[in-house]
């Protein structure tokens, strides 16, 4: 074994200098972590689509891991992914009542991944769904959700969800733009707040 003196073990922050390789540590998450067979988690992947539209500056940001169709079963061939991409992760965690008080369940979902990510103005007319494409491209989203069942009757407490995205995106003429979005959304049983942004820069 090779000896190491303290000063060199202080400047270099080293546990030890056998020069062994270190293993990197895995990169857990929901769908690699063990559940240990606990019935209220529910693991699975998903096809999903998302969209939004910031009234400040009329952008309104799509996020699909699928073609969507326009107008109905047409596919829209100007933008957008046109072909499948991955799905989603997601994972419930929850509890199912019975069929009759079926509504009274709860679930918290989390759900996140790659997907494609479509920009446009919707104040302007264009070949993108009939607004003008303002940049797409690769993106990442992550969708939360403190019940999925959201209100029944009788129920007091808030009804919150979300969905925070980045990407990289690029415009019709070619340059790289940097897209960062959210919605935030929650509902009373009297009343709905939701803040939704779309940022390019």
Not at 54 to 70: E, W
């Amino acid at each position: 074994m090779t000896k190491c003196p303290l000063p060199v073990l202080l400047l270099l922050g080293l546990a030890a200098c056998d020069q062994q390789p270190v293993a990197p540590a895995p990169d857990f998450n929901w769908m690699n972590n063990t559940d240990n067979g606990n019935v209220r988690i529910a693991r699975f992947e998903e096809h999903f689509a998302v969209s939004w539209t910031d009234p400040r500056n009329g952008l309104r940001a799509t996020h699909t891991t699928f073609p969507i169709p326009f107008p109905e079963d047409v596919p829209e061939t100007d933008c957008g992914p046109q072909v499948d991409l991955d799905p989603l992760d997601v994972q419930d965690v929850g509890e199912f009542i019975d069929s009759e008080e079926f509504f009274r369940s709860w679930l918290h979902r989390n759900e996140k991944g790659s997907l494609w990510v479509i920009i446009r103005d919707v104040n302007q007319v264009g070949d993108c769904y009939g607004n003008k494409l303002i940049a797409e491209g690769p993106g990442e989203m992550h969708y939360t959700d403190n019940d999925l069942f959201g209100f029944v009757e009788g129920e007091t407490h808030a009804n919150a969800w979300g969905f925070g995205a980045r990407g990289t995106l690029t415009t019709p003429d070619g340059r790289t733009v940097h897209y960062s979005g959210h919605l935030r959304t929650v509902a009373l049983p009297e009343i709905v707040h939701e803040d939704a942004v779309v940022n390019l820069h």
